[in-house]
């Protein structure tokens, strides 16, 4: 798009230029002058490669336009730059850009990486005047000089990771700019005033830059954009946007967060946004507070190849926010007077009023609300009239909704829900059929109602004042009024909930259960205080213990009752206890053992390990007393692991 291959002329057919490129794309795909390639690590990641013979066949045919240099090369200035048409840098050690780059006057794109120059002298570009595309991505520059607007034809300019703290306010010069990238700029703490001047940007990447407070007025006249990752409110007294000014950015794809909410005055003004008619966006973010952190869960995270093992626990913990296990010296006592955001009832309303005219388009598939202050959630949530509103919805998430006691009354009835993540809701103690908002009246004639028919992935995290979760006591009191809860559920997320003191028995049968992630849960219990009926097991094949797990941290088979039948996998972090969990050797079928930066566990146990004629994997890493006693042939716990056919410490296969 840059380098003007994607004419406006053909683009008129699409519905932008950014459509059109993704058609050609495709097209060089299906005809494998690309590759797909699909990793697997830290999340699943889609990388698009050539094969080698069309790489070299292409590099034969524009041997004199594109050049690849590294600088530690003795002959790179005997290159004939003058006809250089693309140009990828290597300055390896370097810090500064050199001077014979200058003979390059007819370059069109230039890519430099694995340099660190805080900044780049003025004279570049008054040399490299032709330049449509400019990434400088991972270059430590601290300063792009006031010259950048002689670039007239830049079309793409991409400072992602590096240390900028400002952009000139010759940037909104360039007239022509398509795309800016800022993804990653961790000091940008200012944008320049005037952005509104740049009418052909499409595309303003601002992920992760964490010091941005604000973005200028005037954005909302750039209704080209297709992709604006972040719009963060401040206020007309600082030169800053107010919602109102996404009103007119009506062609927004993709994901976009909107972040400080808080600072709307009322529901007309949050309506300006006109949210309902922004309907190619498939992502929307709602931060009430500054706060701009990733999602505890990432459903990219959770899929992935059978037989990963490492990686597919791996991806999830990179997913998961870690503030949530350091969140309990924070949490509110029980009975502690209860402080909002913002101060009394009117603020409350206020922000309840916002969120209600926020109402987004029905096309939305994942929607995170952080910080609400708010008491209810909006009836295009809550009513059964705007059902249609969520029915393409696959990822929720409500965080930090501390004054919130129930989930709405829809959400169990959600056609496409995969993902809910729920966590912050201080004032909930006891979650069952009301927290869940079930509503028998709803129910469909005949068998058994649904309750979240299609959700796989559930989180709980930090609710600091919850004690029991138990939807089975409404059975007691409704009868002959049964419901089908979770039934497709893959993967538990229990996270920070000091309080819980039991495993919810209506997952105890769920069959569909392959993970179950236990982090910092000291009070929980294996089964309640009152006997059940009938002994609970899971048919989970992944358990993941980190911190204090309760009972499950303990003893594995509770009165010698085999709990986990299937349990393939049990990985353990940062275990406060000096001992692994008992019963191990009861885990028939378990195949890998992961054990991870538990400093105080002093040894294998006796007779444990020896029985597991399925186990084919140890890992021991940061565990310095199994470290010493697992040493091969020497240890005094290698009798206890020496028939295990692949044993790892601290990332070294020693058997």
């Not at 944008?191 to 001047?197: A, D, H, S, V, Y």
């Not at 538990?492 to 769920?510: E, G, Y």
């Given at each position: 798009m840059a380098q003007g291959f994607l004419s406006n002329h053909l683009a008129a057919r699409y519905d932008d230029l950014i459509a059109l490129g993704e058609e050609y794309f495709n097209h060089l795909v299906m005809r494998s002058f690309f590759q797909k390639e699909v990793i697997y690590k830290m999340g699943t990641r889609v990388y698009y490669q050539m094969h080698d013979l069309v790489h070299e066949f292409g590099k034969s045919l524009v041997e004199n336009e594109c050049f690849t240099l590294t600088i530690k090369d003795t002959n790179a200035q005997d290159?004939?730059?003058?006809?250089?048409?693309?140009?990828?840098?290597?300055?390896?050690?370097?810090?500064?850009?050199?001077?014979?780059?200058?003979?390059?006057?007819?370059?069109?794109?230039?890519?430099?990486?694995?340099?660190?120059?805080?900044?780049?002298?003025?004279?570049?570009?008054?040399?490299?005047m032709c330049l449509r595309a400019l990434d400088l991505e991972g270059t430590y520059l601290e300063e792009l000089p006031n010259e950048i607007e002689k670039l007239i034809h830049l079309r793409y300019l991409s400072l992602s990771k590096t240390r900028v703290k400002e952009l000139p306010k010759t940037v909104t010069r360039l007239y022509n700019l398509q795309n800016l990238v800022l993804c990653g700029c961790k000091n940008l703490y200012k944008?320049?005033?005037?952005?509104?001047?740049l009418v052909n940007l499409i595309e303003l990447d601002l992920h992760e830059c964490r010091q941005l407070s604000y973005i200028p007025e005037g954005?909302?006249?750039?209704?080209?954009?297709?992709?604006?990752?972040?719009?963060?409110?401040?206020?007309?007294?600082?030169?800053?946007?107010?919602?109102?000014?996404?009103?007119?950015?009506?062609?927004?794809?993709?994901?976009?967060?909107?972040?400080?909410?808080?600072?709307?005055?009322?529901?007309?003004?949050?309506?300006?946004?006109?949210?309902?008619?922004?309907?190619?966006?498939?992502?929307?973010y709602f931060y009430f507070n500054q706060y701009t952190g990733l999602s505890r869960v990432d459903e990219e995270a959770i899929e992935g190849p059978e037989g990963e093992g490492e990686g597919k626990e791996e991806a999830i913990v990179s997913r998961v926010d870690q503030s949530v296990v350091n969140e309990e010296e924070e949490g509110k006592t029980e009975g502690e007077e209860e402080v909002v955001d913002g101060g009394d009832m009117l603020s409350r309303r206020r922000m309840?009023?916002?969120?209600?005219?926020?109402?987004?388009?029905?096309?939305?598939?994942?929607?995170?609300?952080?910080?609400y202050p708010g008491a209810v959630f909006p009836n295009w949530m809550c009513s059964h009239e705007n059902f249609t509103i969520?029915?393409?919805?696959?990822?929720?998430?409500?965080?930090?909704?501390?004054?919130?006691?129930?989930?709405?009354?829809?959400?169990?009835?959600?056609?496409?829900?995969?993902?809910?993540?729920?966590?912050?809701?201080?004032?909930?103690?006891?979650?069952?059929?009301?927290?869940?908002?079930?509503?028998?009246?709803?129910?469909?004639?005949?068998?058994?109602?649904?309750?979240?028919?299609?959700?796989?992935?559930?989180?709980?995290?930090?609710?600091h004042n919850l004690k029991d979760w138990d939807i089975r006591l409404v059975q007691n009191f409704q009868e002959g009024k049964e419901f089908i809860f979770m039934?497709?559920?893959?993967?538990?997320?229990?996270?920070?909930?000091?309080?819980?003191?039991?495993?919810?028995?209506?997952?105890?049968?769920?069959?569909?259960?392959?993970?179950?992630?236990?982090?910092?849960?000291?009070?929980?219990?294996?089964?309640?205080?009152?006997?059940?009926?009938?002994?609970?097991f899971l048919h989970v094949e992944e358990l993941i213990l980190k911190m204090d797990a309760g009972s499950f941290s303990k003893s594995l088979v509770p009165n010698n009752h085999m709990f986990l039948p299937n349990l393939e996998l049990l990985r353990i972090r940062l275990s406060p206890f000096s001992s692994l969990p008992e019963g191990l050797g009861?885990?028939?079928?378990?195949?890998?053992?992961?054990?991870?930066?538990?400093?105080?566990?002093?040894?294998?146990?006796?007779?444990?390990?020896?029985?597991?004629?399925?186990?084919?994997?140890?890992?021991?890493?940061?565990?310095?007393?199994?470290?010493?006693?697992?040493?091969?042939?020497?240890?005094?716990?290698?009798?206890?692991?020496?028939?295990?056919?692949?044993?790892?410490?601290?990332?070294?296969?020693?058997?």
């Open positions: 290159f004939d730059l003058n006809r250089a048409r693309h140009l990828s840098l290597s300055l390896e050690e370097k810090n500064t850009i050199p001077s014979f780059l200058h003979k390059a006057k007819n370059l069109r794109s230039l890519k430099i990486y694995k340099g660190q120059i805080p900044k780049i002298s003025s004279e570049l570009f008054s040399h490299l944008l320049p005033e005037g952005i509104g001047r954005i909302g006249r750039l209704s080209g954009l297709r992709g604006l990752s972040d719009f963060i409110i401040d206020g007309v007294e600082r030169g800053g946007c107010m919602i109102g000014e996404l009103k007119e950015l009506n062609l927004l794809k993709g994901s976009l967060r909107i972040i400080g909410l808080g600072r709307v005055e009322n529901g007309n003004e949050a309506q300006l946004a006109c949210l309902k008619n922004k309907q190619h966006l498939r992502a929307l309840e009023d916002v969120l209600e005219s926020l109402q987004p388009h029905q096309n939305l598939e994942k929607l995170i609300i952080r910080d969520s029915s393409n919805l696959v990822f929720l998430e409500l965080h930090g909704c501390m004054k919130c006691k129930q989930l709405p009354p829809t959400l169990g009835k959600l056609p496409s829900l995969e993902t809910l993540v729920i966590g912050g809701m201080d004032n909930v103690k006891f979650m069952g059929v009301e927290f869940f908002g079930i509503d028998f009246a709803t129910r469909s004639d005949g068998g058994f109602d649904t309750i979240f028919p299609k959700l796989k992935v559930f989180q709980l995290a930090s609710m039934p497709c559920l893959q993967y538990l997320f229990l996270l920070n909930l000091p309080k819980l003191r039991s495993f919810p028995q209506h997952l105890t049968q769920a069959t569909s259960l392959r993970r179950l992630f236990i982090w910092n849960c000291p009070k929980l219990s294996w089964m309640p205080s009152s006997q059940p009926s009938h002994l609970p009861q885990l028939t079928s378990l195949q890998i053992l992961d054990i991870r930066t538990c400093y105080k566990i002093k040894s294998i146990p006796e007779g444990e390990l020896q029985h597991l004629t399925a186990l084919q994997q140890l890992n021991i890493m940061r565990c310095p007393a199994l470290r010493r006693r697992c040493q091969k042939e020497m240890g005094e716990d290698w009798s206890k692991i020496s028939h295990i056919p692949n044993i790892f410490i601290d990332g070294k296969k020693i058997k």
